[in-house]
């Protein structure tokens, strides 16, 4: 945590710093700039003034009342002949007139800044020229003494120095803050993942939010969510196989023990064969069953698909099953129109209807009616393997395309499938592009509805 934190909290300060202490350079230089402007054009203002009423009346009397009106303020004012002669002055310091000296000619009527660099010189000053008749017969200087240019500035300075102390102090604190509020999701989801590499997926992220940050909490949580459930439904289906290797090899076991230890009458024995025969098919059966599924988990399984006849592909099974119906007085039809087709792998189109017949002739009874329906719709083709059986209670319907679902949990011998047969017809419909959905009532009947696109 300190690591990361620290280093976002290095890379926000630097940036953080350069920022403000650019800005503050730039306030700085510009409220400096704009003090001393302000400083000589009042200067100059004065000086004009001066100017203007010294150009009505340029004798004693005016002079030594402008020098009067100046002696009360902190600039000065010295006002010279055309030749450069100081003819008054309210303070006559010497240093100021060594900026006389170097007075200019072609000064404007609106005068100009003599001396404008209050950082080196004791004053900054202005000069305005004094016309009559267009012709300049004097000039108006004033000076102010750049030390209260300087209070000034020192005090700018201290401000900014406050200023900038606090503003320091609160980006610290807020960077400290930003920095670990950054850092602490990134920190539960490592701790988490690391969690989940030793196997332990009860990990709880806050998934608050809707920041990069998050989403990435809300996928390891998902991702966990997914680990857990997938861990235990490999348990399940581990224990699930196991039970289902158990019910016929007890039986296998039980009768060929008796078999061989007894004398039985040939009766018996067929008997006994028989079921052992039946346990054996049905142990086969699982196997393959089994193996099917792990290789359509793998996709290692192909899908050959070829133009079907769907009416002579559905009389062909429609002849394979009839005797098994009719044996249970199962009514059983098929409804096909002629030259429908439909790209499909027949021998997994006919295991897929298989399931569904077997499922159909084993869940109802005497005096009902199972049916395939096929029709053609604009885009899809539907294939309904309708039964008018037992039903199936509407809190199992959602699980039945699980693997080793069944509703009766009791596996008894005359209803005794191993709930794979649907997992099966889901995996290879889905092989083929297409859904299969379910509608069912209790005592009423079943209908699996295919859906295959054209
Ligand atoms: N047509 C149906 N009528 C009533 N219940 C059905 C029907 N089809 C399926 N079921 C219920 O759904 C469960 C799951 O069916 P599935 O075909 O997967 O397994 P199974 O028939 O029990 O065993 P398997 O097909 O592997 O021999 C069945 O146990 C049964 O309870
Ligand atoms: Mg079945």
């Known amino acids: 945590m300190k690591k990361l934190s620290f280093k976002l909290g290095i890379i926000f ?8 202490t650019f800005m503050m350079l ?7 700039n704009s003090r001393v402007e302000e400083e000589l054009t009042s200067l100059q203002a004065r000086g004009n003034s001066h100017r203007t009423i010294l150009e009505r009346n340029f004798d004693k009397e ?8 100046e002696s009360k303020e902190n600039t000065d004012v010295v006002i010279t002949d055309k030749t450069g002669k100081i003819l008054a002055a309210s303070h006559p310091h010497p240093e100021i007139q060594a900026y006389i000296k170097n007075s200019e000619d072609n000064v404007p009527y609106n005068g100009k800044v003599l001396q404008g660099n209050w950082q080196e010189e004791n004053y900054i000053s202005t000069i305005s020229p004094i016309q009559k008749q267009q012709t300049t017969i004097g000039y108006v200087f004033m000076f102010q003494n750049t030390d209260s240019i300087h209070a000034l500035m020192e005090r700018l300075n201290r401000h900014f120095l406050i200023v900038g102390i606090i503003s320091g102090v609160v980006t610290i604190a807020v960077i400290i803050v930003l920095s670990r509020k950054l850092a602490f999701p990134l920190v539960q989801m490592k701790e988490a993942t ?23 909490s809300n996928a390891i949580q998902l991702l966990s969510d997914d680990l857990h459930h997938l861990r235990e439904e490999r348990k399940e289906f581990l224990s699930s196989i196991a039970h289902e290797l158990r019910t016929p090899l007890t039986f296998i076991k039980g009768y060929t023990d008796i078999l061989y230890k007894r004398d039985l009458t040939e009766r018996d024995r067929q ?10 098919n049905r142990l086969s059966r699982l196997i393959k069953d089994l193996f099917d599924l792990a290789k359509m988990d793998e996709n290692s ?25 009719q044996e249970k007085q199962i009514h059983f ?19 897929i209807i298989l399931n569904l017949l077997n499922n159909a002739l084993t869940y109802c009874s005497s005096g009902d009616s199972t049916s395939i329906i096929v029709k053609r719709h604009s885009r899809f083709l539907q294939i309904s393997i309708k039964d008018t059986g037992k039903g199936i209670p509407k809190k199992d319907l959602p699980y039945i395309f699980e693997r080793f679902y069944r509703v009766e949990k009791s ?10 047969g649907l997992a099966i017809v889901k995996e290879l419909v889905h092989a083929h592009g297409g859904e299969v959905t379910v509608f069912s009532e209790e005592n009423k009947g079943t209908t699996f509805e295919l859906l295959f696109k054209e």
């Open 13 to 20: 300060f630097i940036t953080l710093f350069c920022i403000e």
């Open 271 to 280: 008997k006994y064969l028989g079921i052992i025969i039946e346990e054996t």
């Open 411 to 420: 596996r008894t011998r005359a209803l005794g499938g191993s709930g794979l």
């Open 194 to 216: 690391l969690k989940m590499s030793k196997g332990d997926f009860t990990v709880a992220l806050s998934t608050n939010g809707k920041d990069e940050l998050s989403d990435l």
């Open 26 to 32: 730039f306030l700085h230089a510009s409220l400096t």
């Open 301 to 325: 399984f192909v899908i050959d698909k070829e133009s079907l006849h769907l009416d002579k592909f559905l009389a062909n099974i429609e002849t394979k099953l009839s005797p098994a119906f």
């Open 333 to 351: 039809f098929v409804q096909c129109e002629e030259g429908l087709t439909l790209m499909a792998d027949s021998a997994r189109l006919e295991q």
């Open 62 to 69: 005016t002079l030594a009342h402008v020098v009067l009106m």
